[in-house]
């Protein structure tokens, strides 16, 4: 049984900027769809792994919904021992001698000490968290000797940085942006004060992004990994290159399609590190200690999967659903004074150009024990 055609997933995606129903456009091939259906009971983890679909977000009643919403408004003043420090920012975590006893932090620009009973749970983000547990003496004791820190615990902090490679692909112009739904071409004063007024799904609940496509690239398919997607496609109803081009028609309306490297070879393992030096000097804000190195494209695979996503982006302007629109895919100047337009030369430019990191992982990696040399903590988030 084979997945969702590119074909049919390019006009699936068209039909969510069209405002169309996924389920009216999987008229057009039923036959695939009830094979689609089928795989989806005989195989759960191959569930629309391939094609093109919508993209969740955290929303409710047409509104943004942020951790804190879902989770610590609601019980905010009914928890008698959960208290909320706003306006905090964490600095040091407090030992005595391999235990976690609190935690330092700032709070207005006043220095505080919070002691705990029992635990210390620590979720500072992607890079907040290893700068801070750097800071604290826990990460690769000669870097932390260089910074003349005392090591607590020797364990690898920011070795397994991972992030997905996107590149964006654009701008494209649309012709006839009335089928396009988005707050450039569609928000009026009558449609704010709905907004205001209600908890509809209206315009202003959207982020203008989407849809998305996981696609698999054909050097997937010669690692007989054809059922496993490498690239994904995301749609922004935005233009990601507003600094670049600015000389629209008025009627011209601006999106980008942005292509991912999904899984990147071990070759593509960044890091984050702290600087020494800086930190011996005195310096202690993090966005001047971090060292950061994603190591994005470096194998030369990861960086042709990039291009071939490009270049699958490029392809949907070929299309029926596309063209009817009117959607062009314009130059840019920094790529097409080098190279001519749309050729494998000027996407080379491109990815090379508009390439950053997303998604980013792992700099304080789960393990199953002590003996796992790239782990920091364990399955219950303890320190190995």
């Avoid at 607590?152 to 012709?175: D, E, I, Q, R, W």
């Avoid at 984050?272 to 060292?291: C, H, P, S």
Wanted: aromatic share 10%; hydrophobic share 40%; proline share 3%.
């Amino acid at each position: 049984m084979e997945p969702i055609s590119f074909a049919t997933a390019v006009v699936t995606s068209v039909a969510y900027f069209l405002g169309l129903e996924f389920t009216h456009l999987r008229d057009v091939d039923r036959k695939q769809f009830k094979q689609e259906q089928q795989l989806k009971r005989s195989h759960p983890i191959y569930d629309f792994i391939i094609g093109f679909s919508e993209i969740d977000v955290t929303r409710e009643n047409g509104r943004r919904l942020s951790t804190y919403d879902a989770y610590i408004k609601p019980i905010l003043h009914s928890r008698k021992k959960l208290k909320v420090v706003k306006y905090a920012e964490v600095t040091e975590i407090l030992f005595s001698g391999k235990t976690a006893i609190g935690v330092s932090y700032t709070r207005h620009g006043v220095q505080i000490k919070a002691h705990a009973s029992k635990e210390i749970i620590i979720s500072t983000g992607i890079f907040g968290t290893p700068m801070l547990f750097f800071k604290s003496g826990i990460g690769p004791k000669q870097m932390l000797t260089k910074a003349n820190i005392p090591t607590v615990a020797n364990l690898p902090v920011g070795k397994n940085f991972l992030c997905h490679p996107v590149c964006a692909l654009g701008p494209y112009t649309v012709k006839d942006p009335s089928f396009l739904s988005s707050v450039n071409n569609n928000l009026t004063e009558a449609v704010f004060n709905t907004y205001l007024a209600s908890e509809d799904e209206i315009i202003l609940s959207g982020m203008g992004l989407g849809p998305q496509a996981f696609l698999v690239s054909s050097f997937a398919k010669q690692d007989n990994q054809e059922k496993w997607p490498d690239i994904q496609l995301t749609f922004y109803k935005s233009n990601y290159f507003d600094f670049v081009i600015s000389n629209l028609m008025p009627n011209e309306f601006l999106l980008t399609v942005t292509a991912a490297r999904l899984r990147a070879k071990n070759e593509d393992i960044g890091s984050i590190t702290l600087d020494t030096a800086e930190y011996r000097r005195g310096v202690r804000d993090v966005t001047q200690l971090a060292k950061i190195d994603n190591k994005l494209l470096r194998n030369k695979e990861d960086y042709n999967v990039m291009l071939e996503g490009v270049d699958l982006g490029l392809t949907l302007l070929k299309t029926k659903a596309f063209k009817s629109i009117g959607t062009e895919l314009q130059s840019i100047s920094k790529c097409s004074s080098k190279y001519k337009f749309k050729t494998k030369d000027y996407l080379r430019c491109i990815v090379n150009s508009f390439t950053f990191g997303s998604h980013f992982v792992g700099t304080c990696r789960m393990g199953y024990g002590k003996d796992d040399k790239n782990s920091v903590v364990d399955s219950k988030l303890r320190f190995l």
